[in-house]
Every structure is written in structure tokens, then in C-alpha cells.
């Protein structure tokens, strides 16, 4: 019986941790003329995952396409910085309709390394309606961990399913040391593909899923993953895990040895329907391993434990192998795996 490995952390130091969050307007205010804006918000959190507050000694910097931005407003109590730039800027920028941009934390004393674990960096592209007077735009980020690089586009938006969140980036990195060339891998929840794209660049067979709404994200960076690496892997298929009926079909016409999921019990009712789910998977479709990267967010309406728990027959052996700071890394493993 194999050991569970130990909780170790993903990254050495504690570092603060950059995010780039870009925000739709609506399609209306989108366009190429030189009086639309985009606005983008940068912001610095704590080992914690919450908003730090900082001294007077610590910044954030901003380039687009090399050409350095002045925030339109800093807000120093919870560390964030607001800009704002012509969208013709993006449309008449370089790659055709694309342009890069670069937030960088500097601190005088003592000094913050250049952290891009949630790509700082992200290229702003027109991706659909270049020719009309409202194109839509996306952010290319890239990552790479251990040598592994993928590369997902996030759409502009609120959806959840429309970011790379940072259990999708923690997960990421640990499929990217721990995860077996040829492992059977089904991912729920898989949102931008980060993670089915990390997994596939291992060497596994790799069903990523998600509901409706966040299919044509998923596919479109499944696509780019498959023609980066000339492997038919990931693929992609509409699944509503809370669908009990759904989950047993698949499980029916598939065999797993593991699955993958992040940041899915922000929600109640994902947190309720996910035991139901995994249990299907073990008895009809040969799971015999789960890892699942969890960020607690509330310590007083988290569902991680109720989850852990509800788990504890189908998935006794049970252990946390990574953290990076308000994010855990679980390994659930059935008694015979």
C-alpha cells in the first residue's frame, strides 16, 4: 500500500501574492475608439490569501506593451491598485490585436521578489468582433511549473468559470511534480483548464468537465493545449456533477484512476453534491484516488471538513501533502489504493 506523501509547501518564502483582475464593461463601452476604457484592478495579498495592508514603502508598478500606466486610484487599507487604459490601446497594440501587461510588486525595504504565481502578466487579445466597432477581449496567461508550461485564456468577466483561481494554479503545480505519465485522469469543475492542461502536458489521459456556461472557455484552451503539445489529450465534456443521473452515465462509459477538482466548495451545493459524486465515480468507473485543492476563504461557513468527512468510507486513507498559504492540497485514496 503506497504511502501518502508529506505536506510540504509549493513554493519556499512568503512572498505576497500578485493578482490581475480585469472587469467587463458592458459590450457598449467596449470599443475600439480612443474614449472606451478597460479597467483592471491589481491587488496584493498575505500568506493568508487576505488583502494586506502596506506602508508607504511598498508599490505596484504597470506596463501595457512595454509603456508604463499611472494607477487611476491606490487603495493602501486593502492593497489595491485601479487602471484604466483606452481600449484602442489593446486593438492597435502588437500581435495584431493583442497587447501584453506586466504588474510588478517593489518594496524598498526589504525587498519583495517578483512573484507571478497567479501570472502577474497577462496578454489582453481581441478575440472575437476585431473588425467592428465592439470587440471582445480575453487575457492569455502562462504558467509554467517544474518545467511544465500551459498556457489558458481567461474571459473578460464575473463568472467563476472565467479565472484561473488559486486552487486551480496550487493543484496545478503539485500535478505537475506528482502526477504518473499514463494516469487516467477526470477533472470536475475544470473551469479554464489549467489544471487538465498541466496534467496532459504530464502525460496523462485527461477528461476535463464542466457545466454549460463554462464549456466554450474550457474547449477553446483544451484546443490550444492539444496543438501545443500534438497530443490528443485534454479533452472536454459537459458535466454537471451535481447531476446524479449525469455523473452515473459517464461513469458507465469511462474508466478513471483519479480525480482532480479546485475550488469547487465555495459553493453549498457543490459542497453537498460532491461526496455523491465521488462515490459513483469509485463504484462504476474504477476512481480509487481524488485530489482536491481547496481554499478556505471563511473559517465559519467552510464546507471542507463536511466534505472530508462524508468521505471517510469510500475514501479512508485521507491526508493534506501541500499548502501554500490559504490554499490545501487533499489526496483522498481508497482502502485498496
Known amino acids: ?29 467596449i470599443s475600439a475608439s480612443a474614449t472606451s476604457t478597460i479597467r483592471f484592478v491589481v491587488s496584493l495579498s498575505d500568506e493568508h490569501g487576505a488583502d494586506a495592508a502596506l506602508d508607504d514603502a511598498c508599490d505596484v ?32 497594440g502588437s500581435r495584431g490585436g493583442s497587447c501584453r501587461v506586466v504588474a510588478r510588486a517593489a518594496r524598498a525595504t526589504p525587498p519583495l521578489r517578483d512573484l507571478d504565481v497567479l501570472g502577474a502578466a497577462a496578454l489582453v487579445a481581441v478575440v472575437d468582433g476585431a473588425a467592428s466597432s465592439t470587440p471582445q477581449f480575453a487575457c492569455e496567461r502562462c504558467f509554467e511549473f517544474r518545467g511544465v508550461a500551459a498556457a489558458v485564456t481567461e474571459d473578460f468577466g464575473a463568472a467563476c468559470g472565467s479565472h484561473v483561481w488559486n486552487g486551480g494554479v496550487a493543484l496545478a503545480a503539485y500535478a505537475a511534480a506528482h502526477l504518473p505519465s499514463g494516469a487516467r485522469v477526470l477533472e470536475l469543475g475544470a473551469g479554464c483548464g489549467l489544471v487538465a492542461a ?63 477538482a479546485a475550488d469547487l466548495l465555495y459553493d453549498r451545493s ?29 473559517a465559519t461557513t467552510d464546507a471542507l471538513d463536511g466534505v472530508l468527512t462524508a468521505l471517510r468510507g469510500a475514501f479512508p486513507r485521507q491526508a493534506v501533502v501541500a499548502r501554500i498559504r490559504n490554499v490545501s492540497i487533499h489526496v483522498l485514496r481508497t482502502a485498496a489504493a
Do not use: K, Q
Not at 509549493?10 to 472587469?23: C, I, M, S, T, Y
Open 1 to 29: 500500500m503506497a504511502a501518502l506523501e508529506p505536506c510540504a509547501p509549493l513554493w519556499d518564502g512568503d512572498e505576497a501574492l500578485l493578482r490581475l483582475r480585469f472587469f467587463r464593461a458592458p459590450p457598449a463601452e
Open 198 to 260: 498541466v496534467a496532459a502536458a504530464r502525460g496523462a489521459s485527461v477528461v476535463s468537465t464542466d457545466r454549460g456556461h463554462a464549456l466554450p472557455a474550457l474547449e477553446r484552451n483544451a484546443a490550444a493545449a492539444r496543438a501545443a503539445s500534438g497530443r490528443p489529450d485534454p479533452t472536454t465534456a459537459a458535466l454537471d456533477f451535481a447531476d446524479p443521473a449525469a455523473v452515473s452515465a459517464l461513469a458507465a462509459a469511462s474508466s478513471f484512476d483519479r480525480v482532480l
Open 270 to 298: 457543490a459542497a453537498r453534491a460532491l461526496p455523491g459524486a465521488l462515490v459513483t465515480l469509485v463504484e462504476a468507473a474504477s476512481v480509487a484516488e481524488v485530489w482536491l485543492a481547496h481554499t478556505r476563504r471563511d
Open 61 to 92: 508598478t504597470c506596463d501595457i506593451g512595454g509603456a508604463p500606466l499611472e494607477p487611476r486610484a491606490v487603495d493602501a487599507a486593502r492593497a489595491r491598485w485601479s487602471f484604466a487604459c483606452p481600449a484602442a490601446l489593446f486593438v492597435r
